[in-house]
């Protein structure tokens, strides 16, 4: 048995995938409405037996700089050929399911957009999720 709480960050995860990438391959053509509705079986299967997440963190990006940052990887990605139209689908079916998403808090952190040149910044990002950890437990 753990003797104190444990955090732990993952990105995206489960609940991204489904309500973002499955969703926007439906929307794009790539996946027939039978194979959504397997996912969709799936995903309510494992969102019964798997608990929610404790705190759902969002930190929005506008598309202009998420492009930017993606150009100056040296890594390749599913997402390399996607353009900005597709990225925008994405935000807002991430959006959509955050909206309507009731199983936990949700804290959206607005104006992030160079952390790693304003270590203050980060600092102050860092309070907030711990502020919101303290109050939701």
């Given at each position: 048995a753990l003797q104190r709480p444990v955090i732990t960050v993952f990105d995206g995860g489960l609940d991204q995938e489904y309500h973002s990438f499955t969703h926007l391959l439906f929307a794009k053509g790539c996946l027939p409405s039978a194979e959504?509705?397997?996912?969709?079986r799936f995903y309510a299967f494992a969102r019964a037996v798997l608990p929610p997440p404790d705190l759902v963190?969002?930190?929005?990006?506008?598309?202009p700089t998420l492009l930017a940052r993606r150009a100056t990887r040296q890594r390749h990605t599913v997402d390399q050929s996607f353009d900005a139209r597709e990225f925008e689908l994405i935000q807002g079916l991430l959006e959509a399911w955050l909206d309507s998403h009731t199983a936990s808090p949700v804290l959206r952190l607005a104006g992030q957009h160079a952390l790693h040149e304003h270590p203050q910044a980060l600092q102050t990002l860092a309070s907030q999720v711990m502020d919101s950890i303290n109050t939701y437990f």
């Open positions: 959504l509705a397997v996912c969709t963190v969002y930190l929005p990006v506008d598309i």
